[in-house]
């Protein structure tokens, strides 16, 4: 067949293939067999899943589990302290579906956005914190989830450390042997993106706001799949298997259309320390190669990540750029309050966009969304706060989902 | 029951010279081709110019196919794949299937010359967007378009103006395992961009680079004339994204002369894809009982490396580049002396 | 000084901190390479510039992955000196040089570098780290690293408007998220055990952190110590 073909279109005959991971040729170690095998030896205990899983393909072909209920939700600091729309947007999502979930105050953060920043730790403090973290995880029997991108990227740095170094696991025992906690490794480690991907057949199923006539460009975080590269998502039907494929397939499933630009490798420039103090860096990076590029190439009505920091850096940079005329007003979501609002989330009392500095009306607009009725009732809450007769907002008032278009 | 024939397995050009040489040396050969031709890669790749010596490959294939296709004491069977085998040197039994039949060949030495199949690019480390981007070639691809003269951007049908070439597209890279280094993809492209700019006079060819490396004569016969009579430009500093801007590629990398980033827009990128084992190699190995290297590559070498065609088992021989990376001069002279060697090992027997 | 075989060293820099002695910069040295994780970070080089292309530091400050990994695989001390004072904070860590073919880490090996600076009280990195002490007593003291009342118009003040808003609305708006670990609380991100808290301050006695903080900032530390051994002592 291939003779009748001229050589330009097989070429792209060629080219029309995903890329085929093997993963009987895989370069690296299984981490699944070192973890078996530490466990074996009685250095750690191996915490598995109990109960639904799906199984999807990383870099070099290898599958990992993603627990579906019963997880354990490591909390991010970026996201409760300053986007808790993106925290209660996961929690509202696994609620729509009565998907057992815990989420336990006994977790401290990952300290690595601390450690990224100022490398005011070591890694006896570092390991000895996630260490921490899955034994409380495990002591109450769920699967720890992890919520923010760097914490997923440190961890996953960890676990290569301590697998790798018997002096450092010795260490960190030795320091929760004073808390009475075990060394303990959960099977896999994952990040919440990985599970709205496995999820995203069912957001669309229950999908309430057509979002086909908005165009959104994706920004892959930086901690998910650069840091032990190897154990990120890889799917044969997204970008043919070339690029990470989380978050760009949901958005896919959702009917978005998914713009390309030429700096989606790139970093947003969050910075750790430079977001925190010295801003000149993260703001112009942010702007100048990430935002700027999506509006010059693709101009999308939203852009989408699925980390914290990402999340942070991309919508409070682009105020300041204003001042200088630059090209800025993408406004940016988390995959998981894009998931949430496509089901019919309250814009405010789930998705919270009033902690959303670049101008989101537009695209609510785009989308049907009348959001000043939903602003009004959101103020009417608040009056209710302020004067003392309701004390807060609840599931109860926030996990109905609505026909926001309507 | 003893045998005096070579089996030799493979008919690209190790397989052919292999068994050209059998036959001339007096030996009788059975080659066996899995294709419904012989000539290996270069006849099914369709590569142009064979690198260095500028032979047309077509021409060349055509040449040492008919050198053994026209001797009597090599029979060649098409479509033809080994099965399994048992015995050792001098009496070995061989079940290959050649064109849906079955059939039981008794040989006194095998020659493995299943050769490599090239790297693919969706599993680099790097991103280049093989499989997303239409005008993001290999080297294979190129060669096709060379041999026809028609060079041209696959996604609009125009000669490319600005062409950029990336070396070491899965070698020399921990990440992917391959840490060895394929040998001929700094000449093979180096010669490309020759006739690249033969063709097309008007392009402009960068070639970005870890290290070049044409080694003896091919740095005077390749290297210095790509330079310094075809202006093709080479700049120290591998790609590490290809990503798409406008209808143009962006590639970036660093121009470590420069010291600093660097990104410019070409017309068309080609991937300069290494060796790896080829199925056949991979497949022959496990049916022959013969030790792969940690790459999957055919373990040869002997002791001390002083009998680059020796395998593991006794009898059975390796040439070309189903032992590593090899140009065409190291498969042929390879060819050269498994099959002086497969013979020296059935005489012996046989005396 | 005329070249001779003794004192010929072509990967050498210019010694461009002579205030610094070569015993003393070979000590730091030594102590990255001491490192747990060192042998994991650098492996050899052979400058493709890989690191380089993908660093976000590289486009925007005079700032080179490749050279950080040369130089460590050199061994060349006076260098790395250079390096730890001068080029170490300029790393976002985003780890996009980790796509090295060689496996080496240069984010990684910017972080050892930056423990050894701080472990020495080197004073290049008191001086990047000003104005950051208030993030490193939140996240040792209260286990996070954020909390909505870090949002104030004098931290973030290029983040406009928003910012002020926020910090007039920020009791309300806090009791308006359902999230039960999360509603209502403004100076932490979310609800922590006092045990858990009394396990991390464990862990950052026990695995060495305290001193680090000594070095940095010692009004801190005292601040620290302070509170945390008042709190371990009352279990």
């Known amino acids: ?406 | ?351 | 000084m005329p070249t001779t075989l003794e004192n010929w060293n072509p990967g050498k820099a210019q010694d461009r901190h002579p205030e610094a002695t070569y015993e003393e910069k070979e000590r730091l040295f030594l102590e990255v390479k001491n490192d747990v994780r060192y042998k994991d970070f650098i492996y050899g080089c052979y400058e493709c510039g890989i690191c380089v292309s993908a660093c976000p530091s590289a486009r925007f400050y005079d700032f080179s992955p490749r050279v950080i990994a040369q130089a460590i695989a050199r061994e060349d001390v006076e260098r790395i000196y250079d390096i730890i004072t001068e080029d170490i904070w300029n790393c976002a860590q985003c780890f996009s040089c980790v796509r090295c073919p060689r496996q080496n880490n240069p984010g990684g090996l910017v972080t050892i570098l930056r423990e050894v600076s701080l472990k020495n009280g080197l004073q290049e990195s008191k001086d990047a780290l000003q104005g950051y002490s208030r993030v490193i007593y939140k996240v040792m003291l209260k286990g996070n690293q954020v909390s909505p009342d870090m949002l104030q118009p004098d931290f973030f003040p290029d983040w406009g408007p928003w910012v002020q808003n926020f910090s007039q609305n920020m009791h309300v708006w806090r009791k308006a998220i359902p999230m039960d670990s999360i509603r209502g609380l403004t100076d932490v991100a979310w609800r922590t055990d006092r045990k858990t808290l009394l396990e991390l301050y464990t862990i950052w006695f026990e695995s060495g952190n305290m001193d680090i903080i000594k070095e940095l900032d010692e009004s801190l530390y005292d601040l620290l110590t302070e509170v945390m051994q008042e709190e371990l002592e009352e279990g």
């Open chain 2, 1 to 351: 029951m003893t045998s005096g024939k070579v089996l030799i397995i493979g008919g690209g050009p190790s397989g052919l010279e292999a068994a050209r040489c059998v036959a001339e040396l007096g030996g009788e050969a059975v080659l066996i081709e899995k294709r419904e031709r012989l000539g290996g890669t270069p006849d099914r790749e369709s590569y142009a110019k064979l690198t260095h010596h500028w032979r047309d490959a077509s021409e060349a294939m055509a040449e040492m196919s008919l050198a053994v296709t026209s001797n009597s004491n090599v029979e060649v069977k098409y479509k033809a794949e080994v099965k399994s085998m048992s015995g050792s040197a001098g009496n070995f039994t061989v079940e290959i299937e050649a064109g849906g039949v079955a059939e039981s060949l008794n040989v006194g030495a095998v020659i493995v010359a299943t050769g490599f199949q090239h790297f693919d690019p969706g599993r680099a480390t790097q991103y280049y967007n093989y499989y997303s981007f239409p005008d993001v070639i290999t080297l294979t691809d190129l060669e096709k378009m060379l041999k026809e003269h028609n060079v041209v951007r696959p996604s609009n049908g125009e000669a490319p103006k600005k062409i950029a070439f990336i070396q070491c597209v899965g070698s020399r890279d921990r990440q992917i395992g391959n840490e060895y280094c394929s040998k001929v993809c700094c000449g093979i492209a180096s010669k490309q961009a020759i006739e690249l700019r033969q063709q097309l006079p008007d392009s402009k060819v960068m070639i970005f680079y870890i290290d070049m490396r044409m080694y003896g004569y091919w740095e005077n016969e390749i290297y210095w004339p790509a330079q310094e009579k075809y202006h093709v430009n080479y700049v120290k500093g591998v790609i590490s994204e290809v990503l798409k801007k406008g209808d143009k590629l962006l590639v970036r990398g660093e121009d470590t002369t420069m010291s600093r980033p660097m990104e410019v827009t070409m017309d068309m990128v080609v991937l300069s894809v290494g060796m790896e084992p080829s199925a056949g190699t991979r497949a022959v190995a496990q049916l022959l009982g013969i030790q792969q290297n940690k790459y999957g590559f055919i373990e040869a070498g002997g002791t001390g490396g002083l009998d680059p065609v020796a395998t593991s088992k006794a009898g059975i021989f390796v040439a070309g580049a189903a032992s590593g990376p090899a140009d065409l001069d190291d498969s042929i002279a390879k060819a050269g002396l498994a099959a002086a060697r497969a013979l020296a090992s059935v005489r012996k027997v046989m005396a």
């Open chain 1, 1 to 406: 067949m291939t003779d009748t073909l001229t050589t330009v279109e097989q070429i792209l005959e060629r080219k029309s293939h995903p890329v085929i991971r093997d993963a009987s040729v895989a370069p690296t170690e299984d981490m699944h067999d070192r973890l078996l095998e530490l466990e074996a030896k009685g250095e750690i205990i191996l915490q598995r899943i109990k109960g639904d899983y799906v199984e999807f393909p990383t870099k070099y072909g290898r599958m990992k589990k993603i627990p579906i209920e019963h997880t354990w939700h490591h909390k991010s600091c970026g996201h409760c302290g300053h986007i808790p729309g993106y925290a209660s947007s996961i929690l509202w999502l696994h609620r729509q579906f009565n998907l057992d979930y815990h989420d336990p105050t006994d977790q401290t953060s990952c300290t690595g956005w601390n450690y990224y920043a100022s490398g005011a730790s070591n890694a006896v403090g570092q390991a000895a914190v996630m260490s921490r973290n899955f034994a409380a995880a495990y002591e109450t029997g769920y699967f720890p989830m992890i919520h923010c991108g760097t914490s997923f990227g440190h961890y996953k740095e960890i676990r290569e450390q301590l697998v790798h170094h018997k002096e450092l696991r010795d260490e960190v025992r030795r320091i929760l042997d004073k808390m009475g906690k075990p060394l303990v490794i959960p099977e896999e480690i994952v990040h919440y993106s990985e599970w709205v991907y496995a999820m995203r057949d069912r957001f669309a199923e229950r999908q309430l706001v057509d979002m086909s006539k908005i165009t959104a460009t994706v920004h892959p975080a930086c901690h998910y799949y650069k840091i032990v590269a190897e154990d990120a998502i890889y799917d044969p039907e997204i970008y043919g298997g070339q690029r990470t494929a989380v978050v760009t397939a949901l958005l896919e499933k959702l009917g978005i259309n998914v713009a390309d630009y030429s700096t989606w490798f790139d970093c947003c420039g969050f910075g750790f320390r430079h977001v925190l103090v010295q801003r000149d860096f993260t703001r112009s990076y942010a702007v100048l190669r990430k935002i700027e590029t999506m509006i010059n190439e693709a101009n999308p009505d939203l852009t989408v990540t699925h980390d914290t920091g990402c999340v942070t850096t991309l919508d409070k940079s682009q105020f300041a750029a204003k001042a200088h005329d630059r090209k800025v007003g993408v406004p940016v979501l988390s995959d998981a309050q894009v998931a949430a609002l496509a089901m019919g989330a309250h814009p405010f009392r789930v998705v919270q966009f009033h902690w959303h500095s670049t101008d989101w009306r537009p695209f609510l607009e785009k989308l049907g969304i009348n959001w000043q009725k939903y602003w009004d009732e959101f103020q009417g809450d608040l009056d209710q706060i302020r004067a003392g007769t309701k004390s807060g907002i609840t599931w109860e008032d926030a996990d109905a989902p609505i026909n926001l278009t309507a």
